[in-house]
Each structure stands twice: as structure tokens, then as C-alpha cells.
């Protein structure tokens, strides 16, 4: 009689529960055909695009949010040189291109001869790659845009390589991450420097190699997908395409030693494969090549003991990373500024030697191991610094740094393979299996120590976005900051400027002529510019011009004569950034000046 009352009710209650209203569908039958059409994509494409995730959370939030919060300002090191090229550089390639102008020859700066860019790090491959977020957003953004991006990739394509020679995801992870986010990615990523930040190719042919290897990929494949990678390479940066070289030829060798009998055809294959595949690479760097040599730079040479790998720099960070231990203070701050960008970490070194020692029979972990010694000799230079002092005998392959493409090279930047390497050798630690849950914890607790000492090094961007550091020089009547003056922003200069008039950018800001150049998308020329150590000078203002700041008759006559030779038409004056005698001077030299938009603009009539 109940259970009868009970189906009446219930018949009842669901008679009055059913209205004319319109009901959502369960949530799982909702997102059921996107459900569909992820469970479709490989898992290997599901955790890569997992892993970007992460690295593009953790590094914005964690180390680029000041840059991240502020893309339409072009705040990276205001005082400095270095970033305003390379966002001009983002800028000059769309327009020498849809111009119909060699890309490799400005007369937009330095006019009216112009300059050479075939000797500068333009980084092509970059500006073009950028070039739809350039063209929608402005070169300002699309500069932020690649600086907050770059380092993620490069972690990604670290951990794409790391996850097909493991087959784990957190492992590769873990690697994905010590590559991309290693202190030499992050110092010249804060510094502006895309030619040195744009390292995710070069993970990338490791997982060409690897693909190769198990039969994945065919060999036309192979040679056309190597060819490409390694001829962008050199489209981003001439130099690291030469240590390429050097270290895939290294590579090689090492690989043909330490492989069995039965192996050894096979790499004398791999050989063939990629030599074919940098010979096609050559074949289309070769106008870039040609013209290069053709137009090759005296000035290029530039060596320097600092510009070499203090050995005892791969296991002491900075002196504030010390923890108060005076004597590795003493030692780190005797060093100097030296190669902060290629500190490694003992724990890291104990990854290496401990992979070898417990799989001392797997051929990777001998290539890996042998393969970061080549590294850490080709870094060391041309002569072997010890305590900051140099070693009177030259190492056996210091004539490489005798090539015309090595000659103003840098050898610590080699050690961008040596973070690939220790990438490696830690997804392989951390994948190898073990036979006891306390092994398993023991090889992540030291990987994780590893990459705890490489990360507690880093540099962030909070310090990069300030106008100018604690020990820059600050006139009373500058007001650094890292706006773009609105006489720029907001379009003024064309009321006051002619198009294609050669223009002079008086003040302090680095490289601002570049930068002003660029957002207005090369609407005036400019008589100065820097483009890098060997070829310009830091502070490439005209002697001419400069010399203003003591207005004696001597100085205000070649003064007058050069703007009539140079057919300049204007000084701007940027007063933000403006010493005192920069406001004042020019109109002691016959100019009459007009403050709109935060500068002051002196017409010469010569223009």
C-alpha cells in the first residue's frame, strides 16, 4: 500500500515538475562534439599544447607581467641601445620590403648615404614572422608581444624534443622549462636582444633527428625540414648559425665514437642527411651571403676577454644569489657582470655526471656528457680565462674566431647548447625507471635542486621596465620615462615635419632616433642611429651636433655647416630625457625653437 501511495505521489509530482520552460541540455552533452573533436587530436599535440599553456602562465605571470600589463609602451630599458634596433629592425623589413628596398641597406638612417644592415643582427626571419601583429597593433606591440612569447616556445620546443626522447610528459616538462626559462634566455630577453632569444629552433633539430632516427620521419622529409630550420636559423642570427655549425659537426663525430659497431652506419647517414640539408640552407642564405661578404665590415673585429666563459661562472650566480657566503661573494664580484648568463649550477653538473654513472652504458648519456665538455671548450674562446685573468697560451681552436662571421662573435653564447644538453640529461634522470619509490625520489629530488638553483637566478622584467637603473645619471631637468613623447604618439610631427626629412633626435633616451623612427613608420630619415658595438658608436648623436653643449663660435660654425652639408631639416629635442644644455643651446646657435608635444623642434631651413 506504500510503495503504491509512493508511485501515485511520484507520478504526480513529475506531472506538476513538467512546464513549457526551455531546459539547458547536461554539460557533458553540451561540449560533447568539442569533446569530440579534442579526443581527435594526438596525445603528444594534447600535452604540447598543455605545456605551452603552463610556460606562457608561469613565465607572464611570473616574470613578465610589468611588460605584460603595458604593451603599447615601449618600456624595456628606455636608457638603453639595444631594444629600440631590434624594434626598428621589426619595423624596417615590412617596409623595405613592400617599398621594394634592399632590406640589407637603409638610407632611412644615418642619410643621407645611409648604412649597411648586413652586418647587424636585423633578425629577418623575426620581423617577418611578426609582421600581420605589426601591421594590426603597431611595432611597440608587436615588439612586447615577441619578447613575452619567445622564451614559452623556446621552452616548448625543448620539451617537444624531450618528450619524443622519453616518451614522459612531466619529465619534458621539466626540461621544456630549464631551456627556455635558463638565465641566458631570460638576460637578453630582458635586454631586448630577439637575436639572442630565438633559440626554440634548435631543440627543434634534435626532434628532427629524433624523428628520423625511430623511422618516423623519411629522409626527403628530413632534408627539407633540417634545410628550413637551419636556414631560418641563420635569417635570426649569423652567428648562431656559425656555432651551429660548429656543434652539429662536433655532434656528429661524437655520436660516430660513441655509437656500437652496429650503429655507426646509421650516423654516418644522419651526416649525409644534414649535410645535404645545410648545403640547401646555404644555397638559400645566399643572397643575404653575397651580399654580405661583398660589403664586409673592417670594423668587425672585436675581441675581448669578456667575452669569453669564466669557468668558475657555471657555479656561481651573481654575488646577491649567494646567500651572505662572503668568500663566493668575493669570488663572484671579482668576475664581475662576466657571463651572468651562463650560470649552471652544481646541482645541474650532478644531474650530468650521475645520468652517466648510473646508465654508464646508454650512448645518450655519453653524447650528452662529452657533448657539454665540446660546448663549455668552445665557450672558454679563443684563450682560457682563470680567475679573471688570461691564459698567455691561445686554446687549439682559437682561429676559429678568425672567420669573417666569428670575428666580432662572443663564445660564452655557445653555451645555449650546454642548457639544451643539461636539458636532456635531466628528462632522461628524471624518466629513467627506477627500482624503488625512494630511488624515484631521490633522482626528482636532485633534478628539482638542479632546476631550483638554474630558476632562483633568473632575472625578471620588473627591473628592465624601469626607465633608468639605481646608477644611471640624472640631469635636474630630466624626467625619464618610458612613454613615447605625444609630439610621436600622437601623430603632431606631421604638422611640423615633412615627409622624408632628415631629422636630428637630441637626447638621452638610447637609441631613440630608431625607436621615434620606427612608430612613425619611417615618415622622416634620421642622421644617426645605432645599430651595434662594432659598427656605431653607443652614442651615435652627430660630433657636430653634440658639440652644441659648448656653444663657442668654432663649435656653432661646423655646427651650421653641417646641417647645410647633411641638408638637415629639424632638431627635435626630446625634453623628458633632455640635459640642461639641450633646451637651451640651439637657440644660441641661431634656432628658434617650438615646444609642442613634449619636445621642442628647431627648424633649420636647410632641409
Given at each position: 500500500m506504500d510503495a503504491a501511495n509512493a508511485r501515485t505521489n511520484s507520478r504526480a509530482w513529475q506531472a506538476r515538475a513538467v512546464t513549457p520552460v526551455a531546459v539547458w541540455p547536461p554539460l557533458p552533452f553540451q561540449f560533447a562534439r568539442l569533446r569530440s573533436l579534442v579526443a581527435r587530436v594526438p596525445r603528444p599535440a594534447r600535452q604540447a599544447l598543455l605545456a605551452l599553456a603552463i610556460y606562457l602562465i608561469v613565465f607572464i605571470t611570473a616574470l613578465g607581467l610589468p611588460l605584460a600589463s603595458h604593451l603599447t609602451v615601449p618600456q624595456l630599458r628606455a636608457y638603453w641601445t639595444d631594444p629600440d634596433f631590434y624594434l626598428w629592425s621589426m619595423r624596417w623589413w615590412p617596409y623595405a620590403i613592400t617599398h621594394g628596398l634592399n632590406p640589407l641597406y637603409s638610407a632611412q638612417i644615418w642619410a643621407p648615404a645611409g648604412k649597411s644592415l648586413a652586418w647587424a643582427s636585423s633578425t629577418p626571419s623575426v620581423s617577418l614572422l611578426m609582421w600581420p601583429v605589426t601591421a594590426a597593433f603597431g611595432v611597440i606591440v608587436s615588439y612586447n608581444v615577441m619578447l613575452l612569447t619567445v622564451p614559452p616556445v623556446s621552452a616548448l620546443a625543448a620539451f617537444v624534443a624531450a618528450r619524443r626522447l622519453t616518451g614522459q610528459f612531466w619529465p619534458a616538462l621539466l626540461a621544456g622549462?630549464?631551456?627556455?626559462?635558463?638565465?641566458?634566455?631570460?638576460?637578453?630577453?630582458?635586454?631586448?636582444?630577439?637575436?639572442?632569444?630565438?633559440?626554440?629552433?634548435?631543440?627543434?633539430?634534435?626532434?628532427?633527428?629524433?624523428?628520423w632516427w625511430?623511422?618516423?620521419?623519411?629522409?626527403?622529409?628530413?632534408?627539407?625540414?633540417?634545410?628550413?630550420?637551419?636556414?631560418?636559423?641563420?635569417?635570426?642570427?649569423?652567428?648562431?648559425?656559425?656555432d651551429m655549425t660548429v656543434v652539429w659537426a662536433g655532434g656528429l663525430v661524437i655520436g660516430f665514437l660513441v655509437a656500437g659497431r652496429g650503429q655507426r652506419l646509421r650516423v654516418l647517414k644522419l651526416a649525409g642527411l644534414t649535410a645535404t640539408a645545410y648545403v640547401a640552407a646555404i644555397a638559400v642564405a645566399s643572397p643575404y651571403l653575397i651580399f654580405a661578404l661583398r660589403h664586409y665590415e673592417p670594423m668587425l673585429t672585436r675581441q675581448n676577454d669578456g667575452f669569453s666563459l669564466p669557468l668558475s661562472r657555471l657555479i656561481l650566480p651573481v654575488s646577491d644569489k649567494l646567500f651572505g657566503l662572503t668568500p663566493l661573494i668575493l669570488i663572484s664580484n671579482h668576475i664581475g657582470r662576466t657571463a651572468i648568463d651562463d650560470y649552471v649550477g652544481i646541482p645541474f653538473l650532478l644531474v650530468l655526471v650521475a645520468l652517466v654513472a648510473f646508465t654508464w652504458r646508454s650512448k645518450i648519456a655519453w653524447l650528452l656528457s662529452i657533448g657539454f665538455v665540446?660546448?663549455?671548450?668552445?665557450?672558454?674562446?679563443?684563450?682560457?680565462?682563470?680567475?679573471?685573468?688570461?691564459?698567455?697560451f691561445a686554446l687549439p681552436w682559437a682561429g676559429l674566431w678568425n672567420l669573417p662571421l666569428a670575428r666580432s662573435a662572443e663564445p660564452s653564447?655557445?653555451?645555449?647548447?650546454?642548457?639544451?644538453?643539461?636539458?636532456?640529461?635531466l628528462a632522461l634522470w628524471l624518466a629513467k625507471r627506477g627500482k624503488s619509490r625512494l630511488a624515484l625520489l631521490a633522482r626528482w629530488g636532485l633534478g628539482l635542486l638542479a632546476a631550483a638553483a638554474l630558476f632562483a637566478d633568473l632575472p625578471t622584467s620588473y627591473a628592465a621596465v624601469a626607465p633608468t637603473p639605481q646608477y644611471y645619471p640624472v640631469a635636474a631637468t630630466m624626467r625619464p620615462t618610458t612613454k613615447l613623447p605625444a609630439f610621436i604618439a600622437d601623430g603632431l610631427y606631421r604638422q611640423y615635419l615633412?615627409?622624408?626629412?632628415?631629422?636630428?633626435?637630441?637626447?638621452?633616451?638610447?637609441?631613440?632616433?630608431?625607436?621615434?623612427?620606427?612608430?612613425?613608420?619611417f615618415y622622416f630619415r634620421i642622421d644617426n642611429g645605432y645599430i651595434?658595438?662594432?659598427?656605431?658608436?653607443?652614442?651615435?648623436?652627430?660630433?657636430?651636433?653634440?658639440?652644441?653643449?659648448?656653444?663657442?663660435?668654432?663649435?656653432i660654425k661646423r655646427f651650421k655647416n653641417y646641417v647645410k652639408r647633411e641638408k638637415i631639416g629639424a632638431i627635435v629635442v626630446?625634453?623628458?630625457?633632455?640635459?640642461?644644455?639641450?633646451?637651451?643651446?640651439?637657440?644660441?646657435?641661431?634656432?628658434?625653437?617650438?615646444?609642442?608635444?613634449?619636445?621642442?623642434?628647431y627648424p633649420t631651413g636647410s632641409g
Amino acid at each position: 500500500m506504500d510503495a503504491a501511495n509512493a508511485r501515485t505521489n511520484s507520478r504526480a509530482w513529475q506531472a506538476r515538475a513538467v512546464t513549457p520552460v526551455a531546459v539547458w541540455p547536461p554539460l557533458p552533452f553540451q561540449f560533447a562534439r568539442l569533446r569530440s573533436l579534442v579526443a581527435r587530436v594526438p596525445r603528444p599535440a594534447r600535452q604540447a599544447l598543455l605545456a605551452l599553456a603552463i610556460y606562457l602562465i608561469v613565465f607572464i605571470t611570473a616574470l613578465g607581467l610589468p611588460l605584460a600589463s603595458h604593451l603599447t609602451v615601449p618600456q624595456l630599458r628606455a636608457y638603453w641601445t639595444d631594444p629600440d634596433f631590434y624594434l626598428w629592425s621589426m619595423r624596417w623589413w615590412p617596409y623595405a620590403i613592400t617599398h621594394g628596398l634592399n632590406p640589407l641597406y637603409s638610407a632611412q638612417i644615418w642619410a643621407p648615404a645611409g648604412k649597411s644592415l648586413a652586418w647587424a643582427s636585423s633578425t629577418p626571419s623575426v620581423s617577418l614572422l611578426m609582421w600581420p601583429v605589426t601591421a594590426a597593433f603597431g611595432v611597440i606591440v608587436s615588439y612586447n608581444v615577441m619578447l613575452l612569447t619567445v622564451p614559452p616556445v623556446s621552452a616548448l620546443a625543448a620539451f617537444v624534443a624531450a618528450r619524443r626522447l622519453t616518451g614522459q610528459f612531466w619529465p619534458a616538462l621539466l626540461a621544456g622549462a630549464v631551456y627556455g626559462f635558463t638565465p641566458y634566455e631570460l638576460v637578453h630577453d630582458w635586454q631586448g636582444q630577439a637575436n639572442l632569444t630565438v633559440i626554440a629552433l634548435f631543440p627543434l633539430m634534435v626532434y628532427l633527428v629524433l624523428l628520423w632516427w625511430d623511422g618516423t620521419l623519411r629522409r626527403a622529409w628530413f632534408v627539407t625540414a633540417m634545410a628550413a630550420a637551419m636556414a631560418l636559423q641563420f635569417y635570426t642570427f649569423d652567428e648562431a648559425f656559425l656555432d651551429m655549425t660548429v656543434v652539429w659537426a662536433g655532434g656528429l663525430v661524437i655520436g660516430f665514437l660513441v655509437a656500437g659497431r652496429g650503429q655507426r652506419l646509421r650516423v654516418l647517414k644522419l651526416a649525409g642527411l644534414t649535410a645535404t640539408a645545410y648545403v640547401a640552407a646555404i644555397a638559400v642564405a645566399s643572397p643575404y651571403l653575397i651580399f654580405a661578404l661583398r660589403h664586409y665590415e673592417p670594423m668587425l673585429t672585436r675581441q675581448n676577454d669578456g667575452f669569453s666563459l669564466p669557468l668558475s661562472r657555471l657555479i656561481l650566480p651573481v654575488s646577491d644569489k649567494l646567500f651572505g657566503l662572503t668568500p663566493l661573494i668575493l669570488i663572484s664580484n671579482h668576475i664581475g657582470r662576466t657571463a651572468i648568463d651562463d650560470y649552471v649550477g652544481i646541482p645541474f653538473l650532478l644531474v650530468l655526471v650521475a645520468l652517466v654513472a648510473f646508465t654508464w652504458r646508454s650512448k645518450i648519456a655519453w653524447l650528452l656528457s662529452i657533448g657539454f665538455v665540446l660546448v663549455i671548450a668552445l665557450a672558454a674562446g679563443p684563450h682560457l680565462v682563470l680567475g679573471g685573468r688570461k691564459a698567455a697560451f691561445a686554446l687549439p681552436w682559437a682561429g676559429l674566431w678568425n672567420l669573417p662571421l666569428a670575428r666580432s662573435a662572443e663564445p660564452s653564447r655557445f653555451m645555449v647548447f650546454g642548457y639544451l644538453i643539461l636539458a636532456f640529461a635531466l628528462a632522461l634522470w628524471l624518466a629513467k625507471r627506477g627500482k624503488s619509490r625512494l630511488a624515484l625520489l631521490a633522482r626528482w629530488g636532485l633534478g628539482l635542486l638542479a632546476a631550483a638553483a638554474l630558476f632562483a637566478d633568473l632575472p625578471t622584467s620588473y627591473a628592465a621596465v624601469a626607465p633608468t637603473p639605481q646608477y644611471y645619471p640624472v640631469a635636474a631637468t630630466m624626467r625619464p620615462t618610458t612613454k613615447l613623447p605625444a609630439f610621436i604618439a600622437d601623430g603632431l610631427y606631421r604638422q611640423y615635419l615633412h615627409p622624408g626629412e632628415t631629422v636630428v633626435i637630441i637626447t638621452q633616451r638610447g637609441n631613440a632616433a630608431m625607436l621615434f623612427q620606427a612608430a612613425t613608420n619611417f615618415y622622416f630619415r634620421i642622421d644617426n642611429g645605432y645599430i651595434n658595438a662594432s659598427l656605431t658608436p653607443t652614442d651615435a648623436t652627430p660630433y657636430q651636433v653634440e658639440a652644441i653643449n659648448d656653444p663657442t663660435k668654432g663649435h656653432i660654425k661646423r655646427f651650421k655647416n653641417y646641417v647645410k652639408r647633411e641638408k638637415i631639416g629639424a632638431i627635435v629635442v626630446d625634453r623628458a630625457w633632455a640635459e640642461p644644455w639641450m633646451l637651451t643651446n640651439y637657440g644660441k646657435a641661431g634656432l628658434h625653437g617650438t615646444s609642442v608635444g613634449g619636445v621642442i623642434i628647431y627648424p633649420t631651413g636647410s632641409g
